[in-house]
């Protein structure tokens, strides 16, 4: 987004700072770990109902509103998506991937402050049935470990924008000419665009942190689509319809039921960590500038087998700063720093090799990209609708919009805006999905 527009905007921005939730909170609370096996794939399965919910086609015509702009950001969800009003597609999906027994169905974990998600009845989370990553359990299709040799990077938690923290990440990282994967938070995104732009055009790799980083072990299978779909669909506008092949769950709390919605109906494959700075408490007294230094240190200089995957954020100054003054001692010890996404076989979108990389055309099928009623778009329909003309913003998604833009003075967008939204989401398949 221009500084013009920005500056247009500056309102918003005031107000968005009242509501995106508080770094602290986004914080991550695992101990590190890295005692298990290296998983032995490194990749997930190329054909998936992933395809069918975000397809382009070489005359589909679609042209995506510029990142930051109304158009851009209307439709979607301004916090926690509301499962009641997601695509039919993506409901679609998830009921025929749930049919075809590829969800299990294991119980939502109860979220207790403090402490990580519990299971109802005692169930033990690292039973083969749950396998929580958040008790350590490392499923086979999961991504822990980086191969060996390699410092595998990636940042959690932006963009961000305050003290210029993902300017500044990237402003490095561009002087030492390498790139990063930012897992990124869709609500983050939505409203610190330029940010977003600023990583993305400097060919960094973008990928799903979530909608509003929640404990996604204790959401329902349709809360976890709208916090996966929303935050894919939003990426996918924002790179020239690029499908993120890579996700991150908050805290690190995933189970079998959450990788496998993830897998099965986006296409996506978890990545994890095997070492934690706990760069996200320096700024709460969690941790210390010193600490962190060490831990680097000690992990930097030791074993190259498996190579690292650290978790780290761009969620503050001195977290970026704990990178920054690590950065010359992981080059004298001899690692391959590499964006994450990139080290797995270089591709990092399910439709693209990288962020300049020609976008491929994915599960198209010739006359697939018209709607029901033969227009020139598809049409989008909430599965809670029983409506068959298809064409309808939902009224949560109307709503937050009407409130967005009241606040923001942007009053009297709302048709282009929904006219936009509903051609950005063209590309959604009307046929079912599986
Ligand atoms: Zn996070």
């Known amino acids: 987004m221009s500084l013009?527009?920005?500056?247009?905007?500056?309102?918003?921005?005031?107000?968005?700072?009242?509501?995106?939730?508080?770094?602290?909170?986004?914080?991550?609370?695992?101990?590190?770990?890295?005692?298990?096996?290296?998983?032995?794939?490194?990749?997930?399965?190329?054909?998936?109902?992933?395809?069918?919910?975000?397809?382009?086609?070489?005359?589909?015509?679609?042209?995506?509103?510029p990142v930051g702009s109304p158009a851009w950001s209307s439709g979607f969800p301004r916090d926690a998506p509301d499962p009641a009003q997601l695509p039919r597609q993506w409901v679609d999906a998830l009921n025929a991937a749930v049919s075809?027994?590829?969800?299990?169905?294991?119980?939502?974990?109860?979220?207790?402050?403090?402490?990580?998600?519990?299971?109802?009845?005692g169930a033990n989370p690292n039973?083969?049935?749950?396998?929580?990553?958040?008790?350590?359990?490392?499923?086979?299709?999961?991504?822990?470990?980086?191969?060996?040799?390699?410092?595998?990077?990636?940042?959690?938690?932006?963009?961000?924008?305050?003290?210029?923290?993902?300017?500044?990440?990237?402003?490095?990282?561009?002087?030492?000419?390498?790139?990063?994967?930012?897992?990124?938070?869709?609500?983050?995104?939505?409203?610190?665009?330029?940010?977003?732009?600023?990583?993305?055009?400097?060919?960094?790799?973008?990928?799903?942190?979530?909608?509003?980083?929640?404990?996604?072990?204790?959401?329902?299978?349709?809360?976890?689509?709208?916090?996966?779909?929303?935050?894919?669909?939003?990426?996918?506008?924002?790179t020239g319809g690029r499908v993120p092949r890579y996700w991150r769950p908050p805290y690190g709390d995933s189970d079998n039921r959450v990788r496998a919605i993830a897998k099965e109906v986006f296409g996506l494959t978890t990545v994890i960590w095997n070492q934690d700075t706990r760069d996200w408490s320096l700024t709460t007294n969690g941790t210390t500038p010193q600490i962190v230094q060490s831990s680097m240190h000690e992990w930097i200089s030791g074993p190259k087998s498996p190579g690292l995957i650290i978790l780290e954020h761009e969620v503050s100054d001195q977290s970026v700063s704990a990178f920054i003054e690590a950065y010359p001692s992981i080059r004298s010890n001899g690692w391959n720093f590499a964006s994450l996404a990139q080290v797995v076989d270089g591709k990092v979108y399910q439709n693209a090799d990288n962020s300049t990389s020609a976008v491929t055309m994915v599960g198209i099928m010739p006359g697939s990209i018209s709607s029901a009623s033969g227009s020139s778009t598809s049409t989008l329909t909430t599965a809670s609708s029983s409506s068959s003309s298809g064409n309808t913003m939902s009224a949560e998604s109307t709503n937050s919009v009407k409130a967005f833009n009241a606040a923001t003075s942007l009053q009297g967008r709302m048709s282009s805006a929904k006219s936009f939204f509903l051609m950005a989401l063209s590309f959604l398949a009307v046929n079912s999905a599986v």
């Open 4 to 65: 013009i527009l920005l500056a247009s905007l500056f309102p918003l921005f005031s107000l968005v700072s009242a509501v995106v939730v508080p770094s602290t909170s986004l914080a991550h609370s695992h101990d590190s770990y890295a005692t298990t096996t290296t998983p032995g794939s490194w990749y997930h399965q190329s054909s998936h109902p992933v395809h069918t919910l975000f397809r382009r086609a070489p005359d589909d015509g679609i042209e995506y509103p």
């Open 100 to 121: 075809a027994g590829k969800i299990p169905s294991i119980p939502i974990s109860q979220n207790t402050p403090g402490t990580n998600p519990t299971y109802p009845g």
């Open 127 to 238: 039973s083969p049935g749950i396998c929580s990553a958040t008790y350590k359990c490392r499923h086979v299709d999961d991504i822990w470990d980086a191969p060996n040799g390699v410092f595998a990077s990636s940042f959690d938690d932006g963009p961000q924008p305050a003290c210029l923290i993902t300017p500044k990440l990237v402003d490095f990282l561009r002087t030492n000419n390498v790139t990063t994967t930012h897992f990124m938070i869709g609500k983050n995104l939505l409203f610190y665009p330029s940010q977003f732009q600023m990583a993305f055009s400097a060919g960094h790799d973008i990928a799903v942190h979530t909608w509003t980083h929640p404990y996604m072990t204790t959401l329902s299978n349709e809360q976890i689509l709208g916090e996966l779909g929303w935050t894919m669909l939003l990426i996918h506008n924002s």
